[in-house]
């Protein structure tokens, strides 16, 4: 069982940053991406950004520009840096990373709220 645990998000005023963190721990081999997703109330899961092991990224096109990933392997852990933040960027973000065999880990954290104020 692997357990991911976010961090970092607040309330902030439109134009600001914020850094959220997340790490994994428990049964984990190797993880090879890892990713943020976030969703509103009601709203389908939206994957927001990816990096690969070797530190390869990927962005929604929405956060492109704005949104910087990062990771650090010793510690099973994920970084979003998220600056020029809009109203519309408001959500429960979460983390995920991918087993050896490919797949996103079944079980997710409690996500991390990010409030963006106009």
């Known amino acids: 069982q692997v357990q991911l645990v976010e961090s970092g998000g607040g309330l902030v005023q439109a134009g600001g940053s914020l850094r959220l963190s997340c790490t994994a721990s428990?049964?984990?081999?190797?993880?090879?991406?890892m990713g943020w997703y976030r969703r509103a109330p009601g709203k389908q899961r939206e994957l927001v950004a990816t990096?690969?092991?070797?530190?390869?990224?990927n962005y929604a096109d929405s956060v492109k520009g704005r949104f910087a990933i990062s990771r650090d392997n010793a510690k099973n852990a994920v970084y979003l840096q998220m600056n020029s933040l809009k109203p519309e960027d408001t959500d429960v973000y979460y983390c995920?990373?991918?087993?050896?065999?490919?797949?996103?880990?079944?079980?997710w954290g409690q996500g991390t709220q990010v409030t963006v104020s106009s």
């Open positions: 428990g049964s984990i081999f190797s993880i090879n991406d």
């Open positions: 990096i690969t092991r070797d530190g390869s990224t």
């Open positions: 995920n990373g991918k087993s050896p065999f490919g797949l996103w880990f079944a079980s």
